[in-house]
């Protein structure tokens, strides 16, 4: 097989909501999104930042990082089809999509995605899952997902899917927030319209899926580590001060 090119791009906004300007909250004197970008360096791929803020261009820039500025977004998907457009990347290269909240992030989990989206039609669109217990199933922010046979995504949800009408035979994936495509397929899937199913449960990649991109799930044992509340934050802050030196 031909080897493709890969990339990871790192969509990063400098305002959110739960937590302000939380990626250039420092732990040990380095920012959120640095630790990030350090995860995902590891797996040798070329990889960038993409943010709306100057801000966050010069702090990241300071550790080598490479960074770009795009102009407004309505969600990392589209930051990230705005950087492909900047890069001059090329239709056939892949592109890794890596949330910028995320700074424990497997770098071979990173490889995997990408490495599935090249055996793969140009249309399919990969991610990945993990076991979830029941208890954490209850949890409208754990994105959860049901696959078909294949281990394709037959649907995402915020409700514990699937439901157990009697005894539980299988358990619950909880969606990682990682995706992977070529850069075709992300310019086009920057285009579709928006469906009722994305409005309802607020997840773009029903969206895709609504349009007709498949997407393929690769099974990991990493289990996803997002930072999105002060008390995220902490805890994060207190592994890294207690394992780092």
Known sequence: ??????????????ESKRLPRKMLLEVK????????????????????????????????????????????????????????DMLGVGDEVIVVNLQGDEPFIDSELVKDVAEEVAGLEDKVIATAATYLSEDEAQNPAKVKVVLNKDGYAMYFSRA???FAREERKEGFLL???IYAYRVSTLRAISRLEVCDLEETEKLEQLRWMWHGYPVKVVYTSYKPFGVDTLEDFEHFKM????NQK
């Open 1 to 14: 097989m031909e080897k493709v090119e890969k990339i990871v791009i790192i969509p990063a906004r400098l």
């Open 29 to 84: 004197g380095k920012p959120l999104l640095y630790y990030t970008w350090k995860s995902a360096v590891k797996s040798g791929f070329r990889v960038v930042i993409a943010t709306d803020s100057g801000l966050i261009k010069e702090e990241l820039e300071k550790f080598g990082a490479e960074v770009v500025i795009t102009g407004p977004a309505g969600c990392g998907t589209d930051r990230v089809a705005q950087a492909v």
């Open 160 to 162: 514990a899917i699937p």
């Open 175 to 177: 969606h990682v927030g």
């Open 239 to 242: 592994f890294v001060e207690k």
